[in-house]
Antibody, heavy 127, light 109 residues
Framework: QVQLVESGGGVVQPGRSLRLSCAAS????????MHWVRQAPGKGLEWVAV????????YYADSVKGRFTISRDNSKNTLSLQMNSLRAEDTAVYYC????????????????????WGQGALVAVSS | EIVMTQSPATLSLSPGERATLSCRAS??????LAWYQQKPGQAPRLLIY???TRATDIPARFSGSGSGTDFTLTISSLEPEDFAVYYC???????????FGGGTKVEIK
C-alpha cells in the first residue's frame, strides 16, 4: 500500500533553516509528481510546492518562492523540502502528498490533486 | 489568483441527515475541483476529483456536482464517521496553482 512518511520537523528560530524529508513506498515513486502542502495550527490547507516525476519541473507558492527548495532522489524514493530564512508564519504541519498522475509522456507532469498524504511533520518557527 | 470560498463555515446536523456543502470559485475553474475530508489529528483524504468523480474506496453516499464557479459536495446520509472538516481545492495546470477553500466543519447537532 502507498505510504508516505515525513521526518525532520522541529522547533527552529526565525531566519534559520530546516530540511524535511518524505520517504515513499508502495508505488513506483519515479513515475509520480509529488507535492508539499502545509497547514498552520487551526487553519486551512496551503499548497507549497510541486516537483515532476523526474525532477525537471518544479514550482512554488509565492509565499515560499526564493526561500524553499523542493528536491527528490528517485534512487532512494525520497522527497525533500529545504526551508531557509524561516519566518513565524511558516509554522505549520507540512505534508508530502502524491499527485495521482502516472507519467505517460503525454506532455503533462501532474494532475494537481493530492491522492495520498503523509502523516505530517510539525515545523515551529519561534525565538 | 483564484480564491475559493466555502459555505457554510459550520454545518450542524444529525446522523442520517443529508449534508450539502458549497464551494465557489472567484473565476471559472471548469471541472478542475476536488474535495477532501480531514478529521482531527489526521491528514486530509481525497474524496472527489474532477468535480464529480469519487476517489478510490470512497462510499457512494459522497457525491460532487457543479462546474465553472459553483460546486457542491453532498453526503446523502451522514454516518458517525463523516463528522469532519471538508475542503474544496481547485487546480490550474499552468502556471501551477492549487488553492483550497477555507473549509466547512460538519458537526454533530
Amino acid at each position: 500500500q502507498v505510504q508516505l512518511v515525513e521526518s525532520g520537523g522541529g522547533v527552529v528560530q526565525p531566519g534559520r533553516s530546516l530540511r524535511l524529508s518524505c520517504a515513499a513506498s508502495g508505488f513506483t515513486f519515479n513515475m509520480y509528481a509529488m507535492h508539499w502542502v502545509r497547514q498552520a495550527p487551526g487553519k486551512g490547507l496551503e499548497w507549497v510546492a510541486v516537483m515532476s516525476h523526474d525532477g525537471t519541473n518544479k514550482y512554488y507558492a509565492d509565499s515560499v518562492k526564493g526561500r524553499f527548495t523542493i528536491s527528490r532522489d528517485n534512487s532512494k524514493n525520497t522527497l525533500s523540502l529545504q526551508m531557509n530564512s524561516l519566518r513565524a508564519e511558516d509554522t505549520a504541519v507540512y505534508y508530502c502528498a502524491r499527485d495521482p498522475y502516472y507519467f505517460d509522456s503525454s506532455g503533462y507532469y501532474w494532475e494537481g490533486y493530492f491522492d495520498y498524504w503523509g502523516q505530517g511533520a510539525l515545523v515551529a518557527v519561534s525565538s | 489568483e483564484i480564491v475559493m470560498t466555502q459555505s457554510p463555515a459550520t454545518l450542524s446536523l444529525s446522523p442520517g441527515e443529508r449534508a450539502t456543502l458549497s464551494c465557489r470559485a472567484s473565476q471559472s475553474v471548469s471541472s478542475s475541483l476536488a474535495w477532501y475530508q480531514q478529521k482531527p489529528g489526521q491528514a486530509p483524504r481525497l474524496l472527489i476529483y474532477d468535480a464529480s468523480t469519487r476517489a478510490t474506496d470512497i462510499p457512494a453516499r459522497f457525491s460532487g456536482s457543479g462546474s465553472g464557479t459553483d460546486f457542491t459536495l453532498t453526503i446523502s446520509s451522514l454516518e458517525p464517521e463523516d463528522f469532519a472538516v471538508y475542503y474544496c481545492q481547485q487546480r490550474s495546470y499552468w502556471p501551477p496553482a492549487f488553492t483550497f477553500g477555507g473549509g466547512t466543519k460538519v458537526e454533530i447537532k
